[in-house]
């Protein structure tokens, strides 16, 4: 399918990307990767008048350290996330996560802030933002703000951005010293999104949980915490009880959407078997 015309520009810096967003108003959509807007479009789901290309921004792109935190420019693709040594060393979990979204062709044009600014439920940052606790900051007509990832997404496709908005960058606290992460996805075939998938931050005291953050990607409206299941691990030892009652909290709170990747039975149970394989990963790597 071939989408409507539209017009476009490429500005170079952020100030002249938000005013060409407040010129254009809501008939204008920014262009990262193009990897979920242009299908979009193709489809005819979405006919923006003008598209603000933010390929040139520079000051959008990279990843650095920062007043203690990891800071990520928007448009910095997944490919450059994979190769961050400083992520590798600092926050592992992102590096492994983009190693399983998509393909090389779309994880080398799409970026961390397109997946998490288009609001998919399917898409595989969200959860891992949520894991991680970070922030994000947006920038617009009235200068930045700060928005937890608990407070973005708001729905399928609706998230905490206004039209007159850009995702400038994302803040996230390193992992302190014997962290345990894992990101376990289920998908029909390499390349796919998840049938389900779990997202898991976890620190131990002895043989006991200390912290523990557990999100999932796919299994409702948006990616969810999974709080109850973390309750019902705190202060536990890892049992294989203790698991399994964590996992049935998460698979309580799933609300999928049944389709070609399965039914609502299916993507529920594959969600408790991901929580399950997701401590335990993380566990081996308390230590
Ligand atoms: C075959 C295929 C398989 C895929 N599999 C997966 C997968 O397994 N997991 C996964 O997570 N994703 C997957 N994706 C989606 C892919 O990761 C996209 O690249 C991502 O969803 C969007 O990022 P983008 O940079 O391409 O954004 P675009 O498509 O350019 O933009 C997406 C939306 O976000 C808005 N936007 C983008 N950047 C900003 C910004 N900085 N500020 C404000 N708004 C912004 C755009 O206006 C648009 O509405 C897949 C895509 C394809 C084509």
Known sequence: ?????????????????????????????????????LPMMKFRFAEPGHLIDLNRVDELKGIREEGGLIVIGAMTSESDLIASKLLTQKLPLLAETALQIADPQVRNRGTIGGDIAHGDPGNDHPAIMLVLDATFVLSGPKGERSVPASKFFHGTYMTDLQASEILKEIRIQPFAAKTGYAYCKLKRKTGDWASAAAAVVLTMSGDKVSTLRIALTNLAATAIRAEAAEADLQGRPLSDANIDAAAKAAMAICDPAADLRGDVEYKTAMAGEMVKRAIRLAATRCR
Not at 6 to 11: Q, V
Not at 21 to 26: E, K, M
């Open 1 to 37: 399918m071939i989408p409507p015309s539209f017009g476009y520009s490429a500005p170079s810096s952020l100030p002249e990307a938000l005013k060409l967003l407040a010129q254009h108003g809501d008939e204008a959509k920014i262009l990262a990767g193009g990897h979920s807007l």
